[in-house]
C-alpha cells in the first residue's frame, strides 16, 4: 500500500470494529515531531553544564548527540542513552525537569506535526485510549504528552535515588522490543486486545509492535520501514507542515521580513512629511496589513466582518497564537488602532519598530501601579482612536484559550466603549509559536457581536463570558478541522 491522505485514514477510524477498547500507541520522534527530543533535552542539558563552568563535559555530550543522530541503530542507540544517563549522574530529577520544559518551550514545540495533533484529535473524537510510546525519557516526553492531552505515558525510564539520578537506565528500556511490552501492558490493563489497536511511528526498529498490532500505520517512513509497509500493505502517511524548510518557505519568510522593514521605512519618511500624527501610522498598518499578507501567502476568511466597523473607537480583544498576529489584524483594521502589548514585544527584532510607530502602549507587567498606562489608554480612545489587545496572559502551543486578565474590559466600562471580539483560528498554521519559517495559509478570523458598554456587567462577569466565547468558537472550529469522517 502506498501513501493515504490523513482525511481517509482518519476517516478509517469511525467505520472500525467498536466491539472492543481500543487505544492508539505513537512513537514520538519523527511521528508527531520533526526531529529528535534527545537532542533538545541534551543541548539544554550542555548549556547547563557549559554555565556551571564544565566545558569539556558539555563538549562531549554535544559530540556524543551528533554521533548518535548519525547512526540510528538499536546498540548505537542504547549505548548513547546509557553514556548520556552516566553523564547526569548526580543531577536532581526536578532540575532535569525544568530543564525538559525549557527544551519543550525553546524547541520541540515548533517541532509538533500538524497533522499529528489532527491524528490525535480524531483518534480521541472515536473514545480510544490514546498512548505515548516512546524510547525517550518522560524528561523530554511529558511536556508533549500533556500538551497533546495523551491519556498515559509509556517510555524510557531512568534510576533516581533520594531525587538525584543514579546514572543508570531502569531495563527494559522502552526501545524495540520494550515497547511491545510497554504494549501489551497496557492493552491488558485497558481489557484490550493489540489486534484491536493501532501504532504509529516513523522507525523500522519499531518492527516488533508494527507485528502486534491490528492496525499498523507508518508515518515518515525510514527507507526500510516503507518497504516494509509495502511489502505488507500496511498505510503510510507523510507529515510535511514541520521539518526541513522549502525553498518556498525560505522564500516568503525573506520576503515578509523584507516587507516588516520596508514598510518601517515608508512610516518614518511619511512621519516627518505629514501634518496629522495619526496619519503615518495608518499608513504603516495598511502597508503592513497588505504588503506582509501577500509576501507570507495569508488569505483570510472572515466571518462577521460587518462587526469591525459598526462602531469606533472602540477595544478589540484577539486571541494571540502567532507573531504573525500583528500583520493579520493590521489587515483587518487599517486605521486609528493603537495597540496595548507587554513591553518585552518592544526588543522583538522583527515586530518591535513596527509597534513603535504605531503609538503603541507597552505594559511592564511587573509594574504594580499602572496608571500611567490607563492614563494613555484613555487618551488614546478619548481621542477617536481604538485599542487593540490580547487578553491572554501568554499564547499556548496548539492555539487553546489562556485565562483572560481583566484589563481590557475595564478599560471598555471605563471609557463607555464597546469590546468587539476576533477570533484567529489558525494564524499558527502559517507561523507557529516559536516558529521561523513562515509557511503559506489561509488564515480563518471570526468577528462576534460588538458588546456594548451599556450591556456588560460585572468586569468579572464580562471577562468571564467573552473567555467562553472565544473558547467555544475555537471548539467549534477544531471539530470542523478534523479530517473526514470525525466527529466529537
Known amino acids: 500500500m502506498g501513501q493515504t491522505s490523513l482525511e481517509t485514514h482518519c476517516a478509517t477510524l469511525h467505520t472500525a470494529q467498536k466491539k472492543y477498547p481500543a487505544v492508539a500507541f505513537f512513537d514520538l520522534d519523527g511521528t508527531l515531531i520533526a526531529g529528535y527530543s534527545i537532542i533538545a533535552l541534551a543541548w539544554e542539558t550542555a548549556r547547563e553544564m557549559a554555565g556551571s563552568g564544565n566545558l569539556a563535559k558539555s563538549a562531549k555530550l554535544v559530540r556524543d548527540l551528533l554521533r548518535q543522530k548519525s547512526n540510528q541503530s538499536g546498540t548505537s542507540y542504547h549505548r548513547v542513552v546509557r553514556r548520556l544517563t552516566r553523564m547526569m549522574a548526580g543531577m536532581s530529577e526536578r532540575r532535569l525537569e525544568q530543564l525538559g520544559e525549557r527544551a519543550y518551550h525553546n524547541l520541540l514545540a515548533k517541532s509538533l506535526f500538524k497533522e499529528a495533533v489532527a491524528l490525535i484529535e480524531s483518534h480521541r473524537a472515536a473514545g480510544h485510549h490514546l498512548v505515548m510510546v516512546t524510547a525517550a525519557t518522560r524528561y523530554q516526553a511529558a511536556p508533549l504528552a500533556r500538551v497533546l492531552g495523551i491519556d498515559e505515558l509509556c517510555c524510557t525510564e531512568l534510576e533516581v535515588i533520594d531525587g538525584h539520578f543514579s546514572g543508570k537506565v531502569i531495563a527494559p528500556m522502552c526501545y524495540g522490543e520494550g515497547k511491545s511490552m510497554a504494549a501489551r501492558r497496557v492493552a491488558k490493563q485497558r481489557r484490550s486486545a493489540l489486534e484491536h489497536c493501532w501504532f504509529y511511528t516513523d522507525s523500522s526498529a519499531d518492527l516488533p509492535l508494527l507485528k502486534e498490532v491490528g492496525h499498523p500505520v507508518a508515518v515518515n517512513p525510514s527507507d526500510r520501514l516503507e518497504l516494509l509497509a509495502r511489502s505488507n500493505g500496511w498505510p503510510q502517511l507523510c507529515f510535511r507542515s514541520r521539518g526541513m524548510p522549502t525553498v518556498e518557505s525560505l522564500a516568503r519568510t525573506a520576503l515578509t521580513v523584507q516587507a516588516v522593514a520596508a514598510s518601517t521605512t515608508l512610516a518614518k519618511i511619511g512621519q516627518r512629511v505629514s501634518s496629522r ?50 500583520v493579520v489584524l493590521a489587515h483587518l483594521l487599517r486605521e486609528d488602532v493603537v495597540p496595548l502589548c507587554k513591553a518585552e514585544m518592544a526588543n522583538n527584532p522583527i515586530v518591535g519598530p513596527i509597534l513603535k510607530r504605531t503609538d503603541t502602549i507597552f505594559v511592564h507587567r511587573d509594574e504594580k501601579d499602572q496608571k500611567d498606562v490607563l492614563q494613555r489608554a484613555l487618551a488614546v480612545l478619548e481621542g477617536g482612536r481604538s485599542l487593540v489587545i490580547a487578553p491572554e496572559g501568554t499564547r499556548s502551543t496548539l492555539g487553546n484559550i489562556q485565562p483572560f486578565k481583566h484589563g481590557a474590559f475595564f478599560l471598555a466600562k471605563k471609557a463607555k466603549v464597546p469590546i468587539i471580539p476576533i477570533v484567529l483560528h489558525n494564524v499558527k498554521d502559517a507561523l507557529p509559536k516559536g516558529g521561523l519559517l513562515i509557511r503559506p495559509a489561509t488564515i480563518r478570523i471570526t468577528v462576534l457581536s460588538p458588546l456594548a458598554p451599556q450591556d456588560m456587567g460585572t468586569v468579572r462577569q464580562t471577562c468571564h463570558r467573552i473567555e467562553s466565547q472565544f473558547c467555544a468558537q475555537l471548539a467549534d472550529s477544531r471539530i470542523a478541522a478534523l479530517p473526514l469522517g470525525a466527529t466529537a
Open 277 to 326: 500624527p495619526a496619519g503615518s501610522a495608518n499608513r504603516l498598518t495598511r502597508l503592513l496589513g497588505d504588503v506582509a499578507s501577500g509576501c507570507a501567502g495569508l488569505d483570510y476568511e472572515v466571518d462577521g466582518y460587518a462587526h469591525l466597523r459598526t462602531q469606533r473607537p472602540a477595544i478589540y480583544i484577539f486571541n494571540h497564537q502567532s507573531l504573525l498576529d500583528a
